[in-house]
């Protein structure tokens, strides 16, 4: 049946009688499940996360910011790894010790060596290793029909996005170590590379050791990034939706300073050992050939300086790492959450503001004697519209009916009615999403007394397992073992997931948290789930 455009209707009828005729073409047009309504579709999508470009800026904008503050704790994490090399004696006794005396003998400039170069790293290196993340995680995983992603994927995710901005940041990791190096008289501690500045450096590398020279060491920078993004992105990601989900925390800078202090921690410790050796192969002096003199490659590197200086030596400027990795993680995740937080809310008030303006526009199409309200008729036909019934287990079409009756009164009689009983229509856009809501939550509490079978107002497990053996009947391929296991194994993942509280039941507020996994189970996805796991269906 074809939709009924209320506007021309009214502009060849006259008469209460045509009136009522195009409200009964309205119900009955709205009353077929396959039926679209076109005006509804030009309601813009509600923002659930910022734009792919924005993505990618903000993981490039946010690492630059947070280096500024931060490269003085890299310039001496990188000394203390160099010295005890076969150049240079041993000038710092420990981190604060090596920040001290590069502050007091090459000041603020010495504090700061490196910048440009590690400016242009956090840029080319961030824009893969944070922008690329959730693109590959994506693809790695979908979140809408099969819940949070599993660790071993989002290690994947990041160890590969991290390998990507190792490659595309070598060249200025290289640039960068070697200016840092530098330092003035009897305060040096390794080879020196005797660079005026970032270009001098470029053109430098470029004349004596060609392009590859810009790509020394750059297996072992791909390993660092990918051993420190797969320890990073991960723990920071299943963190901080770990307290939000659990509402330990708000949305807030407090979230991600805990979150991204935890993560570089655990970063810290295990990609110190590669950045040790990767220092040393970057900082080696070289031959006319352009090989390294004292390391042949990372393996060599690392059998030298476990025979000559153990294991420890691994771990030379873990405090400076972390002194570095932990502010530098934080003010990068905080800048990058906050940024994003701000588009969110600029995104959320176009969205808003076109919103209004498309829904009132439809909200004429329902006033079919324009006199600009709804009476009762007009307004039922707008919220069968606005919100088609859910063609649910659990609520019928009847008990829509009724709800819909029943809110469509209470709109009446809260919102700016006159004695016709009728609504305005610049007050009705206000409301049409409280009506939603109200529908939906009355959907949940249908489908909570489905399951909680003897009304105690709690879901034992076995009554949990009953109701989802009614909503999913064994499929003819699969054997009755094979169903009762199946049904056991998500039974148990969804009663642990929503028993909160381990008080032995789930109650309606814990029961609204697995309702994602129910419609997920209503709308067969689950079923095909199982039905692949038992082996009688292809994924």
């Known amino acids: 049946m074809d939709t009924v455009d209320v506007k021309d209707q009214v502009v060849s009828m006259s008469g209460q009688e045509e009136l009522d005729n195009v409200r009964i073409q309205l119900h009955q047009a709205l009353s077929h499940s396959d039926v679209q309504f076109p005006l509804l579709s030009q309601l813009p999508k509600r923002p659930t996360t910022i734009s792919p ?93 099969d819940g949070a992603p599993p660790m071993w994927k989002r290690i994947v995710a990041a160890a590969t996005s991290g390998g990507l901005g190792a490659v595309a940041c070598n060249p200025f990791e290289l640039i960068k170590t070697r200016l840092q190096a530098e330092s003035k008289g009897n305060k040096a501690v390794a080879f020196e590379h005797s660079y005026t500045g970032t270009w001098s450096a470029f053109r430098t590398i470029l004349r004596y050791e060609g392009v590859s020279g810009l790509y020394r060491g750059s297996s072992m920078s791909v390993l660092r990034a990918i051993v420190g993004s797969g320890a990073n992105l991960p723990t920071y990601s ?61 393996l060599d590197c690392l059998r030298k300086v476990l025979s000559t200086e153990g294991f420890s030596a691994l771990y030379k400027g873990f405090a400076s790492s972390y002194m570095r990795l932990g502010p530098h993680f934080t003010l990068t995740f905080v800048f990058l959450e906050q940024m994003r937080r701000l588009r969110m809310e600029q995104s959320l008030k176009t969205y808003t503001s076109q919103r209004e303006k498309t829904l009132y526009g439809i909200l004429q199409q329902f006033d079919v ?74 959907e949940l509490r249908a489908a ?11 879901i034992s497990e076995e009554e949990l397992k009953q109701a989802m053996k009614r909503l999913v009947p064994k499929d003819v391929k699969m054997s009755q073992d094979v169903y009762d296991k199946l049904v056991h194994k998500q039974v148990q993942r969804l009663f642990r997931y929503g028993d909160q509280d381990r008080s032995g039941g789930i109650d309606f507020e814990e029961f609204s948290r697995i309702a994602v996994d129910l419609k997920r189970i209503q709308a067969g996805t689950m079923l095909k789930r199982w039905a692949v796991e038992a082996g009688v269906a292809v994924d």
Not at 417 to 430: M, P, S
């Open 448 to 458: 909570f007394s489905f399951f909680d079978s003897d009304g105690s107002g709690s």
């Open 238 to 298: 299943v963190m901080r939706e770990y307290v939000l989900t659990n509402q330990l925390l708000s949305d807030n800078s407090v979230t991600d300073i805990v979150c991204s202090m935890i993560s570089s921690a655990v970063t810290a410790f295990v990609m110190n050992p590669v950045d040790v050796l990767r220092t040393r192969v970057y900082n080696q002096p070289v031959d006319a050939n352009g090989n390294g003199l004292l390391y042949k490659s990372g």
């Open 369 to 442: 004697d324009q006199n600009g309200r709804l009476d009762k008729e007009e307004l039922t036909c707008l919220i069968h519209a606005m919100v088609p019934p859910p063609h649910s287990y659990f609520l019928s079409e009847q008990q829509y009916t009724d709800l819909v009756s029943h809110h469509v009164q209470q709109l009446l009689a809260a919102h700016g009615t006159d004695r016709e009983g009728t609504i305005a229509l610049e007050r009705l856009y206000q409301v049409v999403d409280d009506v939603d809501a109200l529908i939906r939550v009355h």
């Open 53 to 145: 470009e924005y993505n990618f800026l903000f993981s490039t904008i946010s690492p630059i910011m947070a280096v500024l503050f931060t490269n003085p704790f890299d310039t001496a994490k990188v000394r203390l790894q160099l010295q005890n090399s076969t150049f240079g004696p041993r000038v710092y006794r420990n981190s604060i010790d090596c920040l001290m005396k590069i502050a007091r003998n090459e000041g603020l400039r010495g504090l700061q060596k490196g910048l440009v170069p590690a400016a242009w790293r956090e840029g080319s290196k961030n824009v893969f290793r944070i922008g690329m993340f959730e693109p590959i995680l994506n693809i790695l995983h979908n979140r809408e029909v």
